[in-house]
């Protein structure tokens, strides 16, 4: 695949500074911004593919090469590392140092990686989703996640759950001793009602499909998802070990493969009597827009053939849009922040219906229910 051009990976950077972090990573949205001006440091994502090209990757990578350098000077603005200083007129100097001086290191991994972030707290966005599909399905369903990297989502129902509510104050879910909690902010749009979320969810079999699946037992695998994450967001570090430890005790399948050309295949190795419920949590966006198609078309044949729903957690552009068209509430307008779209599909007698259940926040600390 081609790579992006230097304009289209700075005029990402801005974005990713000015919309994405800049509410919730004040290191990540400073750094964003500078990086942006400095062609040396954005240019190394030309190492890889223009899908995979996003700042995340960049930041990733560099917090990967500091992880083997935890004593270095730049560490003290990382949370992750122990760090405890916050964005301020000697980050961006120490930073661009530290890059330019391992150019080839931290390009070679932007080469060689994704990003993969395995964010635990979108399970408690896609939970009532998939209690919705499981409740329409009338039995146990099988889970089958699409870009599952380590496969922690597949963990959802011996997660606990928190959900924040203005109507009924604090909904509970999920096993109440778990050793995973996970927290959500839960908001219901005007005319829309407060869902209900059942206290147990109910699955059979596990599986997730990737092209990379990750083994959490690899030490270099484990620390390039620890550095996927966003460092000054601890929150979500500890949530992703505590989510790693339970999955070994119980780990899911999980196949090496193509998301269009390998997904019948791995359905395949779930119980004919089983629905089906296909996840996918921000991941199509690594799709070209053609494969993205390619996918949903895979689903519907695949829903030809046995019972199939599919939960996303995606930008409205990345693959509702072709499902919902014209639907501006699903899109923030120029300059605000962006935010995700909390999808269910279903296919009856071949034609696929699909509700917007809610608008998400990206990492799963926030949503706002709207049917």
């Not at 949590?281 to 053609?290: A, F, H, I, K, P």
Request: with cysteine.
């Amino acid at each position: 695949m081609p790579a992006a051009t230097l304009d289209q990976i700075q005029e990402r950077l801005r974005r990713f500074a000015a919309d994405d972090t800049a509410a919730i990573s004040p290191l990540y949205s400073h750094l964003a911004g500078h990086v942006a001006d400095e062609p040396e440091i954005a240019g190394l994502l030309t190492a890889t593919s223009a899908e995979s090209a996003h700042p995340t990757l960049l930041f990733a990578a560099v917090q990967r090469v500091l992880q083997a350098e935890p004593f270095h000077e730049l560490a003290n603005y990382y949370p992750s590392l122990g760090g405890s200083y916050g964005p301020d007129n000697g980050t961006w100097p120490l930073f661009r140092t530290f890059v330019l001086d391992r150019a080839d290191r931290v390009k070679d991994l932007i080469a060689t990686h994704v990003t993969q972030t395995n964010e635990v707290r979108r399970a408690a966005m896609l939970y009532p989703a998939v209690a919705l599909a499981a409740k329409q399905a009338r039995a146990p369903v099988a889970l089958l996640e699409v870009g599952t990297s380590a496969g922690l989502l597949l963990g959802m129902a011996s997660y606990s759950y928190r959900y924040q509510t203005e109507q009924a104050g604090q909904l509970v879910a999920g096993p109440a001793r778990s050793t995973v909690g996970v927290h959500c902010a839960l908001a219901v749009a005007p005319g829309a009602t407060l869902p209900t979320i059942p206290k147990k969810l109910t699955v059979a079999t596990r599986i997730g499909l990737d092209p990379n699946p990750v083994d959490l037992a690899d030490e270099d695998q484990y620390a390039w998802l620890e550095a996927c994450i966003w460092p000054d967001q601890p929150e979500r570090l500890r949530l992703f070990g505590a989510a790693a430890a339970a999955q070994r005790k119980s780990p899911p399948e999980l196949v090496r493969g193509d998301a269009v050309g390998d997904l019948a295949a791995v359905a395949g190795r779930v119980p004919a009597d089983e629905p089906i419920v296909v996840l996918t949590s921000n991941v199509l966006w690594l799709l070209s827009e053609q494969r993205r198609g390619e996918f949903i078309a895979e689903l519907g044949r695949l829903a030809a053939r046995r019972p199939v729903w599919w939960v996303s957690m995606e930008g409205y552009r990345a693959a509702f849009h072709r499902l919902l068209p014209d639907r501006d509430d699903l899109t923030s307008a120029p300059g605000e922040r962006t935010f995700g779209v909390l999808g269910l599909v279903r296919w009856v007698d071949g034609a696929p219906r699909a509700t917007a259940l809610a608008r998400t926040a990206w990492h799963g600390e926030r949503m706002e229910w709207l049917v």
